[in-house]
């Protein structure tokens, strides 16, 4: 399959986010299965599941599940945790 019908399989997935949620505590928890293609669409999933993280005092990352994929989208998830100043 060509690299437009991969992101849209990967789009029919939600880019392989499965869930999210708000547990007690104001915890979010988010389980990410695999790293998609790097492309605009996984990258605004992604933005949009950060944001729903924002507000909360804990994050949970369930990457159980998750395969490995792409590189690319795991770095950029990596910058809204880690402080690019430190080593």
């Given at each position: ?47 949009s ?11 949970i ?20 945790f ?6």
């Open positions: 399959a060509g690299l437009r019908q991969r992101v849209e399989a990967e789009r029919k997935l939600n880019f392989y986010f499965r869930k999210f949620e708000l547990l007690p505590g104001n915890v979010a928890y988010l389980a990410f299965d695999q790293f998609p293609m790097p492309s605009d669409d996984a990258r605004r999933t992604a933005t599941m950060i944001q729903r993280m924002q507000g909360a005092d804990a994050v990352l369930d990457l159980r599940q998750n395969r490995g994929g792409a590189e690319g989208l795991n770095q950029f998830l990596s910058s809204y880690f402080d690019p100043a430190k080593p």
